[in-house]
């Protein structure tokens, strides 16, 4: 008989779709939750049971893990639409734990957190770094806000789903840590796709540039992993029309979440805004749906 805690899981799309299935990988019993029919079906394919709400699917677990688009969707589910009370905090038993995956407004997570303190419920926040390659892989990188005791009581669980875990502080911390990461990981994209564009308007080819530039002292995620530059890499969403990965219209989100932390602490982040109206410019250009790299197209030729 498996001593392992019982895992509702709520969000399967591309990241929460893959963790709930390195979860049932190692063992434990997912009880998982989605609107879209396409993520339930292949939740129930990796092995989870399907809940019929989210309200059932938390019931009778010990551990709640959410993975949810934005700040909006997360406090809708915990505390009720406009937080009128009806959110699924009313159903999770006493003394479980609550790990928030999802990327959203610090504040946000301090005020679910607060909320499940007061049901005697403890709750971490716990974004991620690593992409759908990671999520896929059981190798995410978790950042975590929230009380070491909680943290500890969640580590076996993360290291089911991933390899690194760093602990920021308290709840809203492992947000704000985040932020920090992806406000500069946009920054790096948008100029990597501008360099190798220029590259290419002078007659250099785009492949033999991004190796170059992969072992010299611009290298980074966006040379080599996630390069934006069409048939670099065979891998990478570039190279798949920008399909998959991480969407404009997220990257776009947490731009914004970063310019809303710069301002409540007076912050200057000149390059974070610039960035940020890129990513506004390329969802007005019609590729909001599409992986972030292709902010490229703004400036590319032809
Ligand atoms: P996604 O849009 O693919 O998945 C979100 C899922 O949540 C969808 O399947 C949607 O149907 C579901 N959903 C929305 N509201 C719901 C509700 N009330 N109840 C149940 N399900 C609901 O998004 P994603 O790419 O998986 O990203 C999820 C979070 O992870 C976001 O906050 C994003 O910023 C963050 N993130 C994404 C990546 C990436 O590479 N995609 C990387 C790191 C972090």
Redesign the pocket.
Known sequence: MSQLPRIAF????????PMAANLVRAGYAVQA????ET?IAAARQAGAEVAAS?LDAVRGAQVVIS????SR?VE??YLGQGGAGEGVLNAIEKGALVID????APASAQKVAQAAAAKDVAMIDA??????A??SAGTLTFIVGGDAEALERARPVLQAMGKNIFHMGAAGAGQVA?LCN?MALGVIMAVTGEAIALGVAHGLDAKTLSEMMAVSTSRSWATEVCNPWPGVLENAPASRGYSG???ND?ML??MGLAVEAAMGVGSAIPLGELARNLYALNKQAGRGGLDFSSVVKLVAKG
């Not at 995956?101 to 959203?104: E, G, L």
């Open positions: 709520i969000g399967l799309g591309n990241m929460g779709g939750f989605d609107l879209s993520a989210a993975m949810l688009p934005a969707h809708a589910l995956c999802s990327t959203i974004p991620v770094s690593g992409g759908v990671g999520a985040k992806n990965g991480f969407g997220l989100k947490d």
